[in-house]
């Protein structure tokens, strides 16, 4: 290897992230430093920033710079209507989106017995709560299309049957998909055609 220990460290860490492997990681960091003033710089500083004011939305889980999120302090969204996703990657996914006007609840994960995850270790009481104190009058489960997925949306259903109208994901949504890997089109179709449970 000809690079120091620090642009080593680098590219080590460049390449943990999801998408990029070592190759990728490498041209990227050689990129940035070839360009270091319109790219390395500000991502640097960025980085900091975001390391430093990154926060989860006491509300809804989302990821933000403050303590409640956007999208919970903005009155235009307090609809009734309350999409729930399984991680914020899939509420950034909707958002992409626009066709979504409501709020979000982030759950955390799913339901998982052989992994030990139960309805305490995600975020599930947060949202009966938020059922009963924000008037919601729907809730749209928007969970990934997988056992676990569904298993989660089963047990959320269950516990608001006759609280609040349920209706989940339709159309667009393949087996075994995630939200995050759909284009806008799917996530728009799917959002419109959703359907009672």
């Not at 500000?42 to 939305?57: D, F, I």
């Not at 933000?64 to 399984?86: F, H, K, M, Q």
């Not at 409501?102 to 998982?112: E, I, M």
Request: proline share 4%; net charge negative.
């Amino acid at each position: 290897m000809t690079q120091t220990s620090e642009i080593e460290t680098l590219i080590d860490l460049m390449a943990r992230l999801p998408g990029l492997g070592p190759r990728s990681a490498r041209r990227a960091v050689l990129q940035m430093i070839r360009k270091r003033g319109l790219l390395l710089t500000p991502l640097a500083r960025a980085m900091q920033e975001v390391s430093e004011t990154a926060r989860e939305c006491l509300n809804c889980g989302n990821i933000g710079t403050s303590d409640i999120c956007e999208i919970c302090e903005n009155p235009s969204r307090a609809n009734g209507l309350l999409c729930v996703v399984e991680d914020v990657a899939d509420l950034w996914a909707m958002e992409r989106s626009g066709v979504f006007q409501g709020r979000y609840h982030v759950l955390g994960g799913t339901l998982s017995a052989l992994d030990g995850v139960g309805p305490d270790e995600l975020r599930i009481p947060q949202l009966l709560s938020r059922v009963e104190s924000e008037a919601i009058s729907e809730v749209i489960l928007a969970l990934n299309a997988t056992i676990d997925g569904q298993t989660t949306a089963h047990y959320i259903a269950d516990q608001l049957e006759h609280r609040v109208t349920l209706t989940s994901l339709a159309q667009g949504v393949p087996i075994g998909g995630e939200l995050d890997y759909l284009d806008d089109g799917t996530i728009t179709a799917a959002m419109q055609a959703r359907k009672p449970i």
